[in-house]
């Protein structure tokens, strides 16, 4: 194997110090939170299904995931669920499944790097990708983002040794590199199909100038390869259309929110800072053929996340963190004062472990405090759920409850309020994020024996009553039905009619999250909301006489009480 053979100690070192860090690190970290997922709990709840049908032999299921375009291909989640069958794993091993991707991503990056510019900024690289709060942040969640890291640096590397593929060996792994990274995400195309395109460009190019035939038999090798392995998926027309109304349209934000997410959250200003001087420094001496490799890996998936109407989330955007250590190694390197190189590259490194302990434990209070450094991840702070009893009162309540548990479909309806939105006064329609974690997990770690797994997050996507039809014919589930919902009316009665005709029984948990009473001027809104609950215990009580309240139960865990409604045919 060429690349163990080349690899030194010092190298050896450097990537086993910090993937045995991170090992130890994560998992304190782990134990200090809550034992479920937070807020990665959709892709763990993919993962869980995917268990689920595999052990229980749920062909249907299997392949109406197989054949269902979202952005859940499945090798992301295959791969845990693997080690689940065999060893009845948890929701904290699955996550330390991290470890692997993570030591896969410093190979590839050192390779990469080293391919590139040599061992010195190799290191560097693997050094600055390390201590970058998105990477670590992430790494401690169930994010599909996180699995993609070291796929786009290896077919990077991939193309970079295919020397536009003349070499017959590096063009197959190209090919199947391609092939693995569309079977993790499909927004793996971003970071890596500007440099395939450019690649092919000049390949052909070349392959006609000098009539190499073995240039066109390469590319037509790596092509089919990807296809091979990844075209199954992707080749269906009416699918990616039905990809991109239903994914790529669905929300929006403003085109700064990812250049606030490198500022704020992935890289903090410290590392941003020498990012942006690399930049430059880049731009000006680097030869034009790295300009052009360098600024394809970073320009279209940013640029293109920045302007989409999607959702626009950090995580997004992590796979051009590798890139901007890169970037960033090469101009630290670069300095010709070796003092100087080495004294920022020494001050950076310590910023960046203050900065892990900082954001990771709060630690360092005294710096915060006169604010000489702040927790790097803000989400990471919200995110962060010390284990508590709620948990436990709310299960110890559903089992005293008068409910049975026994028909094919329970519904649990869970309207509920988050927080004011300061960016436009309004109420921000989502769950509060503790709660609805705590309740979805009672039901995906099976606590209570619910039949569910699917979570449909009622019309804040404006999901199509078809859509539903077909997927609760298929899968238990839960609606999660926003107040915006009841307050806008869209279609309710229709989605209401259609719950009442698969269920015997409903769940109505209100919270009543007397937070959101922090501004007067939205005591318009809050009445609104008040209304919504009435509307839907009205509906449920009025349009479907055959259901009756049967029970009633508050539990009342420190400032947040919740009753639970109870309705049986």
């Known amino acids: 194997m060429h690349m163990v053979k080349k690899i030194d100690i010092k190298a ?79 929701y904290h091993f699955n996550i330390m499944f991290n470890i692997i991707y993570f030591a896969l991503l410093l190979i590839c990056l050192y390779f990469f790097t080293k391919k590139m510019y040599g061992k010195t900024t190799a290191l560097l690289a693997v050094s600055l990708v390390s ?30 040794q295919s020397d536009y593929f003349s070499n017959r060996k590096y063009s197959i792994l190209s090919g199947i590199a391609v092939g693995i990274g569309l079977m993790i995400k499909a927004t793996y195309t971003l970071f890596i199909f500007p440099l395939f395109f450019y690649f092919l460009i000049m390949s052909l190019w070349r392959a006609i100038r000098d009539k190499e035939k073995e240039i066109f038999f390469n590319i037509i090798i790596c ?7 990844a075209g199954w998926k992707y080749f269906r027309l009416h699918a ?15 085109i700064f929110d990812y250049a606030g997410y490198l500022h704020n959250v992935l890289l903090q200003p410290s590392f941003l800072i020498v990012f942006l001087i690399s930049v430059v420094w880049f731009l000006v001496y680097e030869r034009k053929e790295r300009k052009i490799i360098f600024l394809l890996l970073l320009l279209p998936a940013f640029l293109y996340h920045s302007l989409m109407l999607h959702l626009k989330m950090s995580r997004y955007i992590l796979p051009l963190l590798p890139t901007i250590a890169v970037v960033s190694a090469w101009w630290l390197n670069s300095i010709k004062w070796k003092k100087i190189k080495w004294g920022i590259c020494g001050i950076l490194i310590l910023y960046g472990f203050i900065q892990y302990y900082v954001t990771s434990f709060h630690c360092f209070t ?81 606590k209570v024996p619910f039949n569910m797994i699917q979570i449909y997050e009622g019309l804040r996507y404006d999901m199509s009553l078809r859509c539903m ?53 939205m005591e318009q809104e809050i009445q609104s909301v008040r209304r919504g609950i009435k509307t839907l215990r009205s509906s449920i009580e009025n349009s479907f006489p055959s259901f009756k309240l049967i029970e009633t139960v508050t539990i009342v865990p420190d400032d947040k009480p919740i009753n639970l409604y109870i309705y049986k045919r």
């Open 12 to 90: 050896v070192g450097i990537i086993a110090f910090f993937v045995l860090f991170y090992f130890i690190h994560n998992f304190v970290w782990l134990q200090k939170t809550a034992d479920f997922p937070l807020n990665d709990f959709l892709h763990y709840n993919e993962m869980t299904q995917w268990y689920d049908s595999i052990k229980q032999g749920r062909i249907p299921f299997l392949n109406e995931q197989l054949s269902y375009v979202n952005h859940y291909v499945p090798l992301y989640f295959f791969l845990p669920v693997i080690c689940r069958l065999f060893f009845e794993t948890g």
């Open 223 to 229: 092509n089919c390869i990807w296809c091979a392995i």
């Open 366 to 446: 005294p710096l915060i405090e006169k604010g000489f450094i702040t927790p790097a991840y803000k989400c990471d702070a919200n995110e962060f759920m010390p284990k508590d009893n709620l948990y436990d009162k709310i299960v110890t309540s559903l089992n005293n409850c008068n409910i049975a548990y026994k028909e094919d479909f329970t519904f649990l309806l869970l309207p509920v309020v988050k927080e004011i939105d300061s960016r436009n006064d309004e109420l921000s329609y989502m769950t509060d994020e503790g709660t609805f974690f705590i309740w979805y997990n009672i039901l995906l770690l099976k």
């Open 469 to 521: 039809q077909d997927n609760f014919t298929k899968s238990d589930g839960i609606l999660y039905i926003g107040y915006s919902d009841l307050k806008k009316g869209n279609n309710f009665e229709t989605y209401l009619n259609f719950l009442m005709e698969k269920t015997n029984e409903i769940l109505l948990a209100v919270i009543n999250d007397h937070r959101v009473l922090v501004d007067p001027k």
């Open 240 to 254: 990616l259309r039905q990809y991109f109304m239903n994914y790529v349209i669905e929300g929006g934000g403003s």
């Open 131 to 160: 201590l970058y709060p998105g990477i670590y942040c992430t790494s401690r969640f169930f994010y599909i983002e996180f699995g993609l890291l070291w796929i786009v640096v290896f077919s990077i590397y991939m193309l970079i």
